[in-house]
T-cell receptor, first 111, second 113 residues
Framework: QKEVEQNSGPLSVPEGAIASLNCTYS??????FFWYRQYSGKSPELIMF????GDKEDGRFTAQLNKASQYVSLLIRDSQPSDSATYLC???????????FGQGTILTVHP | DVKVTQSSRYLVKRTGEKVFLECVQD?????MFWYRQDPGLGLRLIYF???????EKGDIPEGYSVSREKKERFSLILESASTNQTSMYLC????????????FGPGTRLTVT
């Protein structure tokens, strides 16, 4: 089993729809979880950070964490074409702030 | 604003050459990381450093070495470049406490011919 698995893409949604991105992880010791967005040809940038079970909302973005099920998701409401990017899930383990990145899900929002 | 800079955006080297990739951060971060990113394989950790002169191997250290002589600078060295090291190389840095958010540099696209 891979350490971090993200739902296979690419994911295509119409503008205004909800995009749902999923991630499962194998390390039960993971302390916190990051969602990074990476536009084509650019480096990753942090969009969400969550460490407690439940939901965390930031504007159109909601992260959901369930540590018992080892599952974290990202919902993007009212998706915009500018949300088209690769989304990377990254749990943090216990060692020196190391992150383990999933392969990423490519999201395309079409007008 | 956190700034992580990398010495080159694009680099072309020949097989067998010794290659140096430099990364500098201006936020006094303790941790620094080197990743490579390849299509279908995601971001893979090569090496990281949690303090000056301290380093730890990541998931794919073979063929690479690193150097951290100053807190703000972390170098990745390809001792003898090979074609399978053609990739996008990303440097990142973070504090050793708090959220541990990693800030990424712009990346260096290395081509080994």
């Amino acid at each position: 089993q891979k350490e971090v698995e993200q739902n296979s893409g690419p994911l295509s949604v119409p503008e205004g729809a909800i995009a749902s991105l999923n991630c499962t992880y194998s390390d039960r010791g993971s302390q916190s979880f990051f969602w990074y967005r990476q536009y084509s040809g650019k480096s990753p940038e942090l969009i969400m950070f969550i460490y407690s079970n439940g939901d965390k909302e930031d504007g159109r973005f909601t992260a959901q964490l369930n540590k018992a099920s080892q599952y974290v998701s990202l919902l993007i409401r009212d998706s915009q074409p500018s949300d088209s990017a690769t989304y990377l899930c990254a749990p943090r383990g216990t060692s020196y702030g190391k992150l383990t990145f999933g392969q990423g899900t490519i999201l395309t929002v079409h007008p | 604003d956190v700034k992580v800079t990398q010495s080159s955006r694009y680099l072309v080297k020949r097989t067998g050459e010794k290659v140096f990739l430099e990364c500098v951060q201006d936020m006094d971060h303790e941790n620094m990381f080197w990743y490579r990113q390849d299509p279908g394989l995601g971001l893979r950790l090569i090496y990281f450093s949690y303090d000056v002169k301290m380093k730890e191997k990541g998931d794919i250290p073979e063929g690479y070495s690193v150097s951290r002589e100053k807190k703000e600078r972390f170098s990745l060295i390809l001792e003898s470049a090979s074609t399978n090291q053609t990739s996008m190389y990303l440097c990142a840095s973070s504090f050793s406490a708090g959220t541990y958010e990693q800030y990424f540099g712009p990346g260096t696209r290395l081509t080994v011919t």
